[in-house]
């Protein structure tokens, strides 16, 4: 059975720091690209970052892009999102996503952890 646990989110003020953690079970991560995506009150779900293997470049939105950055540890099977100059739109709940291989295998999605930034 494969799990993603993300922990890390809270109240946060306004330009403070904090970082997400993603733990995965069941499957390794080390060949797979995993991705934080966020989610605020009445609106869809959005890529911020991705994680990819090792050797590519990470990606970012253009709403994060210079102040988060994402990272993974392969050997603890984890991945963060360290995330800086937080404000009131960064206010979320932060999924990490494990993206299928190809066509024909499964993603994976935690249960997200809220994050809140008060201004």
């Known amino acids: 059975q494969v799990n993603l646990v993300e922990s890390g989110g809270g109240v946060v003020q306004a330009g403070e720091p904090l970082r997400l953690s993603c733990v995965v079970s069941g499957i390794t991560i080390r060949d797979r690209p995993v991705g934080w995506f966020r989610q605020a009150s009445g609106k869809g779900r959005e890529i911020v970052a991705s994680v990819p293997i090792d050797g590519l470049e990470p990606k970012y939105s253009d709403r994060v892009r210079g102040r988060f950055t994402s990272s993974r540890d392969n050997a603890q099977n984890t991945v963060y999102l360290h995330m800086n100059s937080l404000n009131s739109e960064d206010t979320a709940i932060y999924y990490c996503?494990?993206?299928?291989?190809?066509?024909?295998?499964?993603?994976?999605w935690g249960q997200g952890t809220q994050v809140t930034v008060s201004s």
């Open positions: 996503h494990l993206f299928p291989l190809n066509n024909a295998s499964a993603g994976y």
